[in-house]
């Protein structure tokens, strides 16, 4: 581990980011759109429940939360399946392999980069818009430390997830459809599109404890001081899941990745 | 590995490559019936070739399009893991420790580049620096070495999307030997590059070849870059290896080969292989524009293509 090439990789990562300055503009310009949508539709729903209060969260919360959901989605977004699978295609998977770096950990810290610009850029400005907006909603104190330290960690599984899906289009030649259903499954069941609160109870106890809440929903939660995260007993219980399905999602997909490169190495891709 | 003195810097005993590819069928049925197909053919891309590159030398490696010269390539950088045989690079088995064998060799694959894309080149290089772990002295000494070599500051600011490829594959090469590796492996660096272009790398080739004692392997389907680069070439032909010998011994053969190509009065061309030693090309034209007028004609060295035919039918061995 030499921390030098780490930052190095950033380093190259956030000049690159910023050369495609207009995408970060557009993206913010989408959320935009995407969130006038998101406002209407709760709108509507609240306006139909008759009360102001559903599932425990009032229509402020409601939109808070999806809010920072969708830029929390913008900088946690990876492209780890469209790129591996293009890099197959052209064979610049050879040249990627040939890295003094071993393959997980040099395509990890080549996001970074794009991670920190789009940390300051779109979930950075997005916060400070919902703070004025609700006039200081959100709590400022020792939250957003928890919010930044599982932010982290979500960053981690969620690349993990991705490099679980990614080797699959070794075997299938194409990744289109396999990236459709990764993403729908990770919103969904992450809480990034409909707060984990509003599913159904059953669904919710098995959502509670799969991966994908580790990425977007305990992070916010930690922010807005929900889930528990306000006591030490619910911190802990929540920092605990994102360790467990950390390290059970590093080794599966180390397993995994080992056994997939062997095609590559094998049989030529 | 016994036998060894050393030297080396490449040694490849017996070793052989098969591929397993789905057989495919023709059609519409064809399509559906392969999704379920186990039916699978091996082709064997490498078979059983054994060669030994000492340590500062430059080998051509030749052979026609899918002769199996790119496999044995990535075999070597330990990209591909061969079916049975042995390889050493640096006295390493690469595949074995791929990550490790990374930081002894260099690699230029003349139609993709290593560089980031939309950075100028300078950052490239630090960013391979920092990668590479390549001390600031021996990194600023390098870079020195390729100012005196070639002229590269045209390039060094401009992001590499924006280069031309001849730029680009200039660029890709000092890149691959920023790290002083003992090895550098170049697959086709001068393919479609003008003459000017080509002669430039070339030089720089030979130049930091002789600088810093660099084992330099290289594939090509130019003759003139192995005139101009290698004492020794392999050739390689439907994964087999037929010819390992000096340049000067295969030149003795076929330095005074040329082709001979003439465009008819009908416009379609003619093309004549001719040994200059026993032939006037000059008689030969003549002799045929008193059958025909002659639009156009063209002299052209002795492609590698031809030079295995030759072999083939016993020339040179």
């Given at each position: 581990m030499n921390p030098k090439r780490l930052l190095a990789l950033t380093r190259a990562g956030i000049m690159e980011a910023l050369q495609f300055r207009l995408g970060i503009f557009v993206t913010l310009f989408a959320n935009l759109i995407y969130l006038v949508l998101v406002y209407y539709l709760w709108k509507a729903i609240y306006a139909s429940s008759?009360?102001?209060?559903v599932n425990g969260m009032t229509f402020t919360d409601t939109m808070i939360y999806l809010i920072l959901a969708t830029a929390l989605f913008n900088f946690l977004e990876m492209f780890v399946v469209w790129d591996m699978s293009r890099s197959i295609q052209s064979g610049k998977i050879a040249l990627d392999l040939l890295k003094p770096m071993r393959f997980r950990k040099y395509t990890f810290w080549s996001y970074t980069g794009n991670h920190v610009v789009q940390f300051v850029l779109t979930f950075i400005p997005t916060f400070i818009v919902v703070m004025i907006v609700t006039k200081?909603?959100?709590?400022?104190?020792?939250n957003l430390l928890w919010f930044i330290i599982a932010t982290v960690l979500a960053l981690v599984i969620n690349y993990n997830i991705e490099m679980l899906v990614a080797p699959i289009c070794l075997f299938t030649e194409s990744t289109w459809g396999i990236n459709i259903v990764k993403e729908t499954i990770v919103l969904l069941l992450s809480g990034a599109s409909i707060p984990l609160a509003f599913f159904p109870e059953k669904a919710r106890m098995i959502v509670q404890y799969l991966p994908f809440r580790a990425v977007y929903d305990i992070p916010l939660s930690m922010l807005l001081g929900?889930?528990?995260?306000?006591?030490w007993q619910g911190l802990v219980s929540l920092f605990g899941l994102q360790l467990i399905w950390l390290v059970v999602l590093t080794v599966a997909g180390n397993l995994f990745w080992n056994c997939a490169v062997k095609k590559v190495t094998v049989n030529g891709g | 590995m016994d036998g060894l003195t050393g030297n080396e810097a490449v040694v490849m005993r017996n070793v052989c490559k098969d591929f397993k590819v789905l057989n495919r069928h023709e059609g519409l049925k064809g399509s559906i019936k392969d999704l379920f197909s186990r039916d699978y053919k091996t082709v064997s891309a490498v078979k059983d070739v054994t060669m030994t590159v000492n340590k500062g030398e430059i080998i051509g490696y030749l052979g026609p399009n899918g002769a199996g010269k790119s496999t044995t390539i990535k075999m070597m950088t330990g990209v591909l893991e061969p079916t049975s045989g042995e390889i050493l690079v640096n006295g390493k088995?690469?595949?074995?420790n791929r990550t490790e064998n990374c930081e002894n060799i260099g690699v230029v694959f003349g139609q993709r580049s290593q560089l980031w894309w939309s950075l100028p080149l300078i950052e490239s290089f630090k960013l391979l620096r920092d990668l590479y772990m390549v001390p600031q002295k021996d990194y600023e000494e390098m870079i020195d070495l390729y100012r005196s070599l070639v002229d590269i500051e045209p390039v060094l600011h401009k992001p590499v999307r924006q280069m031309s490829l001849g730029q680009r594959t200039l660029s890709d090469i000092l890149a691959a030997f920023l790290h002083n590796p003992p090895v550098v492996f170049l697959d086709e660096p001068t393919i479609g590059l003008d003459v000017s272009m080509k002669s430039k790398i070339r030089e720089l080739i030979l130049g930091l070849n002789k600088e810093k004692n660099t084992t330099v392997i290289l594939t090509t389907h130019d003759m003139g870059d192995v005139d101009a680069l290698c004492r020794r070439i392999v050739i390689i032909d439907k994964g087999m290896k037929i010819y390992d010998n000096d340049i000067d011994h295969l030149k003795n053969y076929f330095g005074s080969y040329r082709t001979l190509k003439l465009k008819l009065a009908d416009d379609t061309w003619e093309e004549m292989l001719i040994d200059e030693k026993t032939t006037d090309v000059m008689d030969v034209i003549m002799a045929k524009q008193k059958e025909s007028k002659i639009k156009d004609v063209k002299i052209l060295e002795i492609s590698t293509e031809e030079v295995i035919k030759k072999i083939y039918e016993g020339s040179a061995k």
């Amino acid at each position: 581990m030499n921390p030098k090439r780490l930052l190095a990789l950033t380093r190259a990562g956030i000049m690159e980011a910023l050369q495609f300055r207009l995408g970060i503009f557009v993206t913010l310009f989408a959320n935009l759109i995407y969130l006038v949508l998101v406002y209407y539709l709760w709108k509507a729903i609240y306006a139909s429940s008759g009360t102001d209060v559903v599932n425990g969260m009032t229509f402020t919360d409601t939109m808070i939360y999806l809010i920072l959901a969708t830029a929390l989605f913008n900088f946690l977004e990876m492209f780890v399946v469209w790129d591996m699978s293009r890099s197959i295609q052209s064979g610049k998977i050879a040249l990627d392999l040939l890295k003094p770096m071993r393959f997980r950990k040099y395509t990890f810290w080549s996001y970074t980069g794009n991670h920190v610009v789009q940390f300051v850029l779109t979930f950075i400005p997005t916060f400070i818009v919902v703070m004025i907006v609700t006039k200081g909603a959100i709590n400022m104190g020792i939250n957003l430390l928890w919010f930044i330290i599982a932010t982290v960690l979500a960053l981690v599984i969620n690349y993990n997830i991705e490099m679980l899906v990614a080797p699959i289009c070794l075997f299938t030649e194409s990744t289109w459809g396999i990236n459709i259903v990764k993403e729908t499954i990770v919103l969904l069941l992450s809480g990034a599109s409909i707060p984990l609160a509003f599913f159904p109870e059953k669904a919710r106890m098995i959502v509670q404890y799969l991966p994908f809440r580790a990425v977007y929903d305990i992070p916010l939660s930690m922010l807005l001081g929900k889930s528990g995260s306000d006591t030490w007993q619910g911190l802990v219980s929540l920092f605990g899941l994102q360790l467990i399905w950390l390290v059970v999602l590093t080794v599966a997909g180390n397993l995994f990745w080992n056994c997939a490169v062997k095609k590559v190495t094998v049989n030529g891709g | 590995m016994d036998g060894l003195t050393g030297n080396e810097a490449v040694v490849m005993r017996n070793v052989c490559k098969d591929f397993k590819v789905l057989n495919r069928h023709e059609g519409l049925k064809g399509s559906i019936k392969d999704l379920f197909s186990r039916d699978y053919k091996t082709v064997s891309a490498v078979k059983d070739v054994t060669m030994t590159v000492n340590k500062g030398e430059i080998i051509g490696y030749l052979g026609p399009n899918g002769a199996g010269k790119s496999t044995t390539i990535k075999m070597m950088t330990g990209v591909l893991e061969p079916t049975s045989g042995e390889i050493l690079v640096n006295g390493k088995v690469p595949y074995k420790n791929r990550t490790e064998n990374c930081e002894n060799i260099g690699v230029v694959f003349g139609q993709r580049s290593q560089l980031w894309w939309s950075l100028p080149l300078i950052e490239s290089f630090k960013l391979l620096r920092d990668l590479y772990m390549v001390p600031q002295k021996d990194y600023e000494e390098m870079i020195d070495l390729y100012r005196s070599l070639v002229d590269i500051e045209p390039v060094l600011h401009k992001p590499v999307r924006q280069m031309s490829l001849g730029q680009r594959t200039l660029s890709d090469i000092l890149a691959a030997f920023l790290h002083n590796p003992p090895v550098v492996f170049l697959d086709e660096p001068t393919i479609g590059l003008d003459v000017s272009m080509k002669s430039k790398i070339r030089e720089l080739i030979l130049g930091l070849n002789k600088e810093k004692n660099t084992t330099v392997i290289l594939t090509t389907h130019d003759m003139g870059d192995v005139d101009a680069l290698c004492r020794r070439i392999v050739i390689i032909d439907k994964g087999m290896k037929i010819y390992d010998n000096d340049i000067d011994h295969l030149k003795n053969y076929f330095g005074s080969y040329r082709t001979l190509k003439l465009k008819l009065a009908d416009d379609t061309w003619e093309e004549m292989l001719i040994d200059e030693k026993t032939t006037d090309v000059m008689d030969v034209i003549m002799a045929k524009q008193k059958e025909s007028k002659i639009k156009d004609v063209k002299i052209l060295e002795i492609s590698t293509e031809e030079v295995i035919k030759k072999i083939y039918e016993g020339s040179a061995k």
